[in-house]
């Protein structure tokens, strides 16, 4: 294990080395480029993210109407009424994605201003 620093000047010295090594690899790690804030892959996994949500709110919407149907003996009025709210959650689930990628599609997280969460908004 490696030996603690002795006085203030070893502490000093130290830190300088460690912010002159942290230099030395931002220069070297390759920056990101292209147009797009967003790989492919990152594009792709955010619009299966959109749908997954979509089905969800709409299969969680009718299960609940199903089985409440099933328990209070209405037939499928539950359901259908439980499957319209769920397609109206998964929508607003949808925008409130789309209203994320919106808000944070040309701004990294270093990027945000001071007092603020990276990728929040002023509007949250």
């Given at each position: 294990?490696?030996?603690?620093?002795?006085?203030?000047?070893?502490?000093?010295?130290?830190?300088?080395?460690?912010?002159?090594?942290?230099?030395?690899?931002?220069?070297?790690?390759?920056?990101p480029?292209?147009?797009?804030?967003?790989?492919?892959?990152?594009?792709?996994?955010?619009?299966?993210?959109?749908?997954?949500?979509?089905?969800?709110?709409?299969?969680l919407?009718?299960a609940?109407?199903?089985?409440?149907?099933?328990l209070?003996?209405?037939?499928?009025?539950?359901?259908v009424?439980?499957?319209?709210?769920?397609?109206?959650?998964?929508?607003?689930?949808?925008?409130?994605?789309?209203?994320?990628?919106?808000?944070?599609?040309?701004?990294s997280?270093?990027?945000?201003?001071?007092?603020?969460?990276?990728?929040?908004?002023?509007?949250?």
């Amino acid at each position: 294990m490696a030996e603690e620093p002795r006085n203030e000047q070893d502490r000093d010295a130290d830190a300088a080395r460690l912010r002159d090594l942290e230099a030395r690899i931002a220069a070297l790690t390759p920056k990101p480029s292209g147009t797009s804030p967003m790989g492919k892959y990152e594009q792709a996994n955010l619009a299966w993210r959109m749908v997954i949500e979509f089905v969800t709110g709409l299969c969680l919407g009718g299960a609940v109407g199903y089985g409440l149907d099933y328990l209070l003996g209405t037939g499928p009025l539950l359901m259908v009424l439980f499957i319209f709210l769920g397609l109206a959650a998964g929508i607003k689930t949808m925008m409130r994605t789309a209203g994320e990628l919106e808000r944070t599609a040309g701004r990294s997280p270093d990027e945000a201003q001071p007092g603020q969460a990276p990728g929040r908004d002023e509007r949250d």
